[in-house]
Every structure is written in C-alpha cells, then in structure tokens.
C-alpha cells in the first residue's frame, strides 16, 4: 500500500488501496468479455438446437436428477464462497479457508459429474461430430466446465499466497476478485440449466 493511503476501517479489506480498487474494476470489464463469450456461445447453440441429423435425442439422454445435483452442488458452492468472503472481511483467516475448502471440494464435484456426463453421453452415440446440435452443446458445456476448472486452480493457488502473506489489501483483493469470476459461471449455469436442460428436455 503506498504511503499516502490510509486504512479505513469501515471499507472492507479489498477495497483499501488504489491497486485493489482498480484491478477489481478492471475484472468487472474482463467479465463483461466473459459475457461476450458466453453470449455468442448460447446464441450458436440455440440456432443449431433443432439440427440433430440422426443422432440421439437429447430428452432421451439427459437425466434430471444428475443435472440437479451438479447444479446444487455449484449454487451451494456459491453460497460457501459469500461466507469465505464474510470470514476473510471479518479477518478470521481460518474460517475463510474451510469456506474455500467446502467451495473447493463441492466445485471438484460438480466437474467430476460433468466428465461423467460427458463419458456417458458419448457412449450413447452423442459426440462431438455426431449433428450440429451435439456440436454446440458441448462447446458450451465444455467451456463453462472449463472455466470452473481453471477458478478452482486459481483459487487453490490464492489459498497457497494467503497462507504465505497473510490477509492483505493485495491478497484479500485477488480473491475477491475470484469470488466474483466463481459467482459469474454460477449465473451461466443457471442459463445453462434452464435454456439447455429444461427446454431441452420439454421440447427436442
């Protein structure tokens, strides 16, 4: 923190320096890019939706229950990542980590049975080159599947730096802002789930 700026004790941490307060307005315009990406990815899969050759039916294919539980498991793991980010306002370092740990462990779950889905799927006939609908389905999928991959390998990484430096203006910042990147693909989930599994499973 440069010497001219002062803690207050009524902003939290994150906010407390000029290089928080920037880069955390910095990555609200990076996500806005994110949108972008995910945008044109629901936009490619709703023109090719009905283009599904000879290829099996996704109502044939996709399994509520399972597709409930990984949007639990996400949602809930949301939810713990607001209270690692309570804990870590609050300067309680060691709570923080078990809600890390929890957002963690439920984030590895919900890939796990993505992959899962995604083995499943291909053993039924449903791949990649198996129609255009198949095609986009799983760019969108596997991007979003993607990108939580790499925030849980982020915010391992912050963990390691906060147990080395301590709760910071820099390190509180870093991962707020990864609260944020985890809070966004929680929101493409939901459209995920609703545009791509509800109606999915009604209408094809």
Same mark, same amino acid.
């Given at each position: ?9 009524? /902003?939290?941490?994150?906010? /407390? ?6 880069? =955390? ?24 939706? !009905? ?28 939810? $713990?990542?607001?209270?690692? =980010?309570?804990?870590?306002?609050? #300067? ?5 980590? *078990? ?7 439920? #984030? ?10 995604? *083995? ?22 596997? $991007? ?6 790499? #925030?849980?390998?982020? =915010? ?11 709760? $910071?203006?820099?390190? $509180?910042?870093?991962?707020? =802002? ?7 693909? !929680? ?18």
């Amino acid at each position: 923190m440069a010497a001219h700026e002062t803690i207050n004790p009524n /902003q939290p941490l994150e906010y /407390q320096s000029a290089e928080g307060r920037n880069n =955390i307005l910095g990555f609200w315009i990076f996500l806005s890019a994110e949108f972008a990406l995910f945008a044109t990815l629901f936009a490619s899969y709703f023109v090719l939706v !009905d283009r599904n050759a000879d290829a099996v039916r996704a109502a044939d294919l996709f399994d509520l229950n399972l597709v409930l539980i990984m949007t639990f498991l996400l949602l809930t793991s949301s939810f $713990t990542c607001g209270l690692a =980010i309570h804990e870590m306002r609050a #300067g309680r370092m060691n709570r923080m980590f *078990v809600w890390i740990g929890l957002t963690l462990l439920l #984030g590895l779950g919900f890939v796990g049975f993505e992959i899962y889905e995604f *083995v499943h799927y291909a053993h039924e006939g449903a791949t990649l080159s198996a129609s255009a609908h198949w095609s986009a389905f799983f760019l969108l999928l596997g $991007t979003h599947g993607l990108h939580v991959s790499i #925030g849980i390998g982020w =915010i391992v990484l912050l963990v390691i730096q906060m147990k080395k430096r301590g709760l $910071t203006p820099r390190t $509180t910042s870093k991962f707020f =802002i990864a609260s944020l990147y985890w809070h966004f693909l !929680d929101v493409v989930w939901i459209m995920i789930f609703t545009g791509v599994y509800l109606l999915g499973m009604e209408w094809m």
